[in-house]
């Protein structure tokens, strides 16, 4: 069989060429068309179960207005045990991709995610819960073995070179498992990532990535560390982790270490409004040049203040520490500088 199109589960494929045969347990079929090629199998016992084994898949859109009408439902799935060698959804190619899933109920159980490319791996699992409002719930943890190559393949050039890093969360958003819906977002997120470099970013791209990178700093405020942000800030090690709530994200522990900088943040910045309400805390990396400084000038000096200085954990760069106040939107941020405060650690005595 050969059809100009063909509208399957919501989906239309396009030039299709279809071998297949029929039996008492369900069917199967070799099939080729622009966006998939492979062998189909469909079993028709208890809910049922496709599997599929495919050299490629490309995930069309949904097909056409009635299908917007009339979304899918999570019930009218069946099981799916698939493997793609070649997967891409709204053109991003994710490399090699396997799923498998099962009817539960009103909900989709999917058991196993796990997509590989040079760049990145993930692993999560998954429910799309049915009923009145339709919600997908997510556990993943997604490894970058470099950041900047893993962003360019998902569509976001240019933001960040080089860089290991893995992401960890445990979230759940209204609507379908492909359409992250950001205002009803809520979850888990930890982040950690070391030896890489933020790059210039034009304000309102990257959104969360530029957000990270500071850039309005030195262009709100003439500071010292034009330099250190604009240019792109290099970092040795990112430990991070926050809460989200309906979109809101409240960033409880953000550590940032470069050899230019030290940089903590806390706050909340709302995803689906792009606004940030953050507080930042600048220290500079000042330690190791002062102390060889003076140890030109006085040897002994030079020592005692380098030992100080790792001891103390840099008190010469807490002297020049900065701290700030950004609000406002991702693309215009406000920045104010505030009142030094001491680091948590410090303490004075009477």
């Given at each position: 069989m050969?059809?100009?199109?063909?509208?399957?589960?919501?989906?239309?494929?396009?030039?299709?060429?279809?071998?297949?045969?029929?039996?008492?347990?369900?069917w199967s079929?070799?099939?080729?068309?622009?966006?998939?090629?492979?062998?189909l199998?469909?079993?028709?016992?208890?809910?049922?179960?496709?599997?599929?084994?495919?050299?490629?898949?490309?995930?069309?859109?949904?097909?056409?207005?009635?299908?917007?009408?009339?979304?899918?439902?999570?019930?009218?799935?069946?099981?799916?045990?698939?493997?793609?060698?070649?997967?891409?959804?709204?053109?991003?190619?994710l490399?090699?991709?396997?799923?498998?899933?099962?009817?539960?109920?009103?909900?989709?159980?999917?058991?196993k995610?796990?997509?590989?490319?040079?760049?990145g791996?993930?692993?999560?699992?998954?429910?799309w819960?049915?009923?009145?409002?339709?919600?997908?719930?997510?556990?993943?943890?997604l490894?970058?073995?470099?950041?900047?190559?893993?962003?360019?393949?998902?569509?976001?050039?240019?933001?960040?070179l080089?860089?290991?890093?893995?992401l960890?969360?445990?979230?759940?958003?209204?609507?379908d498992?492909?359409?992250?819906?950001?205002?009803?977002?809520?979850?888990?997120?930890?982040?950690?990532?070391?030896?890489?470099?933020?790059?210039?970013?034009?304000?309102?791209?990257?959104?969360?990535?530029?957000?990270?990178?500071?850039?309005?700093?030195?262009?709100?405020?003439?500071?010292?560390?034009?330099?250190?942000?604009?240019?792109?800030?290099?970092?040795?090690?990112?430990?991070?982790?926050?809460?989200?709530?309906?979109?809101?994200?409240?960033?409880?522990?953000?550590h940032?270490?470069?050899?230019?900088?030290?940089?903590?943040?806390?706050?909340?910045?709302?995803?689906?409004?792009?606004?940030?309400?953050?507080?930042?805390?600048?220290?500079p990396?000042?330690?190791?040049?002062?102390?060889?400084v003076?140890?030109?000038?006085?040897?002994?000096?030079?020592?005692?203040?380098?030992?100080?200085?790792?001891?103390?954990?840099?008190?010469l760069?807490?002297?020049f520490?900065?701290?700030?106040s950004?609000?406002?939107?991702?693309?215009?941020?406000?920045?104010?500088?505030?009142?030094?405060?001491?680091?948590?650690?410090?303490?004075?005595?009477?």
């Amino acid at each position: 069989m050969k059809l100009a199109s063909l509208k399957a589960y919501g989906k239309r494929f396009n030039d299709v060429s279809l071998r297949a045969a029929t039996g008492a347990r369900g069917w199967s079929a070799m099939v080729s068309a622009k966006e998939i090629e492979g062998d189909l199998s469909y079993r028709a016992e208890g809910t049922g179960q496709l599997i599929a084994r495919l050299a490629r898949f490309a995930v069309p859109p949904d097909a056409g207005a009635a299908q917007a009408a009339l979304p899918m439902k999570p019930a009218e799935l069946p099981g799916m045990d698939l493997v793609a060698e070649r997967f891409s959804v709204r053109g991003i190619d994710l490399g090699r991709v396997e799923l498998a899933a099962q009817r539960d109920g009103e909900d989709w159980r999917i058991e196993k995610v796990t997509m590989a490319n040079p760049d990145g791996t993930l692993r999560a699992n998954a429910r799309w819960r049915g009923g009145a409002t339709q919600r997908s719930v997510l556990d993943f943890s997604l490894e970058a073995h470099d950041a900047g190559k893993l962003l360019a393949r998902v569509g976001y050039r240019d933001l960040v070179l080089g860089g290991k890093a893995k992401l960890d969360g445990s979230v759940n958003w209204e609507g379908d498992p492909l359409t992250l819906d950001s205002a009803s977002l809520s979850g888990e997120l930890k982040m950690s990532a070391e030896d890489g470099q933020f790059l210039e970013i034009e304000p309102g791209i990257g959104k969360l990535i530029s957000l990270m990178s500071l850039q309005a700093l030195p262009r709100r405020i003439a500071l010292d560390f034009r330099d250190v942000f604009s240019k792109g800030f290099r970092f040795d090690r990112i430990e991070a982790a926050s809460h989200v709530e309906h979109g809101v994200m409240q960033i409880r522990d953000f550590h940032m270490r470069g050899p230019a900088a030290d940089v903590q943040m806390s706050g909340e910045a709302d995803i689906g409004q792009e606004t940030q309400n953050l507080r930042v805390r600048v220290v500079p990396g000042v330690g190791d040049s002062a102390s060889t400084v003076i140890g030109i000038v006085n040897p002994v000096a030079g020592v005692t203040a380098a030992i100080a200085q790792r001891i103390l954990k840099n008190p010469l760069g807490q002297i020049f520490a900065h701290d700030f106040s950004i609000t406002g939107s991702w693309s215009d941020p406000k920045v104010s500088k505030l009142a030094a405060m001491p680091p948590a650690s410090e303490s004075v005595s009477p």
